[in-house]
């Protein structure tokens, strides 16, 4: 019965997919941009595509079966050239992530319909979804702060490289055979979505505000030559008629191959026509332009350590005593204290890592763990309170709330940290493809078993609630504001490690009174 319902819902899609590609009319869907040039034209087609029907983002794997589906029942995996299967519709493929090639994090997360729109949601590779973070896309020239190589996996780079007045900033760079389908879908998203602001973090490199023209002129161009280079193909046409079958709408830099040249390139001053399109390269490919000399490249002020923040451990302490992120730097991978079960698959966050500091967030502190001194060693525990360790000299991870696990750690001189359990098994990360892990092994010298560096938080200033580094009115204002309950004091963890100005373990009224004392004494000497 099961079968059979999985069949008819096949059958259902497939005629639905039939019935909207006959029905489909690209004279008449995109007749309310005819006449239209440059930035008017942008706004005319993000009116006709912008209303479609929302999905739920736990249903994609449902639709990538029928969007990213080779004959052969393998995933179309545009950030990596591994092999993944289908087993059937709707299950997440195992080693597969829901990727956002447009960076959710610029416009702010979850908002809808942005979030879940699958002309830019794509199934990728765990890892190169991890190592690609929310970094713009561009040309890689050189490895991120502090990597000595420039993340390749044979399809994706990411490293750093030159974004236009930004500077040297990090980026990832598709390979070229994607280069232009992932030009469409920015185009797509920033012409779609153009009335959300998307400057958030690294968004601040890419794009500008406003509706027009919503990409910075380095980033355009880069990705005008790109959509030329690499001209829509069968698959991105067969992708587009799978989407409107599914959400009701079309991305039109497919539909119309060179339409971006319209709204940022040679033809701005061109007013479109569905009816009659006039193709910018009449179906060919220009030669490419030359490459202009290269921009000196600037290294970028290290980057400050702000209270909270996560810093590499060089150096072997007297006491390991401290809040921790346990991390693979070759991939980015930071041990993710924050699940329910820690022994599993893909039990990782992926970090940005510059000049040896990892920035504080509230989803990077979910994931450390503390270390405090025990018989014997040192036991590691996790912010939800479960102790790790191995009392066997084999491959495994035991957890326990209870039993607090005894560790020894001992720094070597490059910096990493051999985390040894008294069953005799370290403490490392496996690179391998299927089961990138943290994990104890039996043996230190696994070629696919990597050792990890520890991360330690630094700790604010007593009263320097704010994290600015400095003891000013300022500190009071957010201490008041805590107290009163305007801010969560647990929102940063170092708020309220500053905010306990008297050290009474509570932040009250009675902080307050101090601080303004240590403010004041400080001013009149």
């Keep these: 019965m099961a079968k059979l319902r999985l069949l008819s819902l096949n059958l259902f899609l497939w005629l639905s997919v039939a019935l909207l590609a006959q ?76 990727e956002h090639g447009f960076p959710k994090s610029w416009w702010g997360g979850d908002k809808i319909p942005a979030y879940t729109d699958l002309h830019h949601l794509m199934p990728s590779e765990h890892y190169a979804n991890l190592a690609k973070s929310n970094y713009g896309m561009g040309i890689v020239t050189q490895p991120l702060a502090k990597k000595t190589e420039i993340w390749d996996n044979g399809c994706i780079k990411v490293g750093r490289g030159q974004a236009g007045n930004n500077g040297l900033v990090s980026l990832w760079e598709p390979a070229d055979e994607w280069k232009g389908d992932f030009a469409r879908a920015y185009f797509y998203v920033v ?81 479109f026509n569905a009816s009659a399109y006039e193709n910018p390269f009449d179906g060919t490919i220009p030669e490419p332009e030359p490459e202009p000399d290269p921009e000196p490249i600037v290294e970028p002020d290290p980057q400050p350590v702000l209270p909270g923040d996560y810093v590499r451990v060089t150096e072997e302490p007297e006491d390991w005593t401290g809040t921790y992120l346990i991390v693979y730097e070759g991939e980015g991978a930071v041990f993710n204290g924050n699940l329910d079960a820690l022994d599993v698959a893909f039990d990782t966050i992926c970090v940005a890592i510059n000049d040896n500091v990892i920035a504080q967030s509230e989803k990077v502190d979910a994931a450390a763990f503390t270390i405090e001194p025990v018989d014997g060693g040192y036991c590691i525990r996790s912010q939800k309170g479960q102790y790790i ?128 004392n240590i403010i004041l004494k400080r001013t009149n000497e």
């Excluded at 079958?245 to 033809?267: A, C, K, M, V």
């Design 191 to 271: 012409t779609c979505y153009e009335d959300l602001e998307m400057v958030q973090g690294e968004g601040a490199n890419s794009m500008s505000t406003g509706r027009y023209p919503k990409l910075q002129e380095w980033a355009y161009k880069l990705y005008l030559k790109w959509s030329r280079q690499d001209p829509v193909s069968d698959v991105e046409r067969a992708r587009n008629d799978s989407v409107f079958s599914i959400q009701g709408n079309r991305n039109p830099f497919i539909d119309f191959d060179g339409l971006e040249q319209y709204i940022w390139g040679t033809h701005m001053e061109t007013a």
């Design 389 to 516: 360790g191995r009392t066997k000299d084999d491959n495994g991870l035991e957890t326990s709330t209870t039993n607090a696990y005894v560790n020894t750690l001992q720094i070597d001189d490059e910096g990493e940290v051999e985390i040894l359990s008294t069953g005799g098994a370290y403490l490392r990360f496996n690179a391998a493809s299927n089961q990138k892990r943290f994990r104890y092994y039996k043996s230190s010298t696994y070629d696919k078993q990597k050792v990890v560096a520890l991360y330690q938080r630094t700790k604010a200033q007593t009263g320097d609630v704010n994290g600015d580094g400095i003891l000013s009115i300022a500190d009071v204002t957010a201490l008041v504001n805590i107290v009163l309950g305007r801010e969560d004091a647990e929102a940063h963890t170092y708020h309220r490690e500053a905010a306990d100005v008297n050290a009474d373990g509570t932040v009250s009224i009675a902080d307050v009174t101090v601080l303004v």
């Design 23 to 98: 029905t489909y009319n690209r004279a008449a869907y995109y007749k309310n941009a005819n006449g239209k040039m440059k930035a008017e034209l942008k706004t005319a087609l993000s009116q006709i595509i912008f209303e479609h029907d929302v999905k739920d983002y736990g249903s994609l794997w449902k639709y990538y079966y029928l969007t990213d589906r080779r004959a052969d029942n393998t995933v179309i995996d545009r950030y990596s050239n591994e092999t993944f299967e289908f087993t059937e519709q709707g299950v997440t493929v195992s080693g597969m992530d829901k």
